[in-house]
């Protein structure tokens, strides 16, 4: 088992409290953690532990483990930590913003006609020769 110091412990539950998850490459020789400032190796070492007490889910993908904090291990965090429950990790957060109405009307070269074939493709020739007809 690795010793780790209590202000890197600290660094590390600080981080996965305000992301809600953090992701550590599979190397165990790199020196320090990108996030946090920690040794990757304590790093990994701390989320194995939590991982044990079923407080945070692993997902391993493309070499990198993904922890993700689960609602108790947010209760745990804040215990450890010793800090009020207003602090909300970022992926329990709801997005606030609608991206529908970002994403702007698709328009056509000629105007206000969308593109392709389908869709309200205006008057039929018929009616049109009729329209001309009568005025």
Do not use: C
Request: hydrophobic share 35%; aromatic share 10%.
């Amino acid at each position: 088992m690795v010793q780790v110091k209590r202000q890197d412990r600290r660094k590390v539950y600080e981080y996965l409290l305000l992301e809600g998850v953090i992701v550590i490459k599979k190397d165990m020789a790199l020196p320090v953690h990108s996030e946090t400032g920690v040794k990757n190796l304590e790093v990994w070492m701390l989320l194995r532990s939590l991982r044990d007490k079923k407080l945070v889910d692993l997902v391993f993908s493309w070499q990198y483990y993904y922890y993700y904090l689960k609602a108790e291990g947010v209760k745990y965090v804040r215990d450890k930590l010793g800090i009020v429950e207003d602090v909300i990790p970022a992926t329990f957060k709801k997005a606030d913003k609608k991206f529908e109405d970002d994403v702007p009307e698709r328009r056509g070269p000629r105007g206000n006609k969308p593109f392709g074939r389908g869709g309200n493709r205006g008057p039929r020739r018929a009616e049109e020769q009729t329209e001309t007809a009568q005025q």
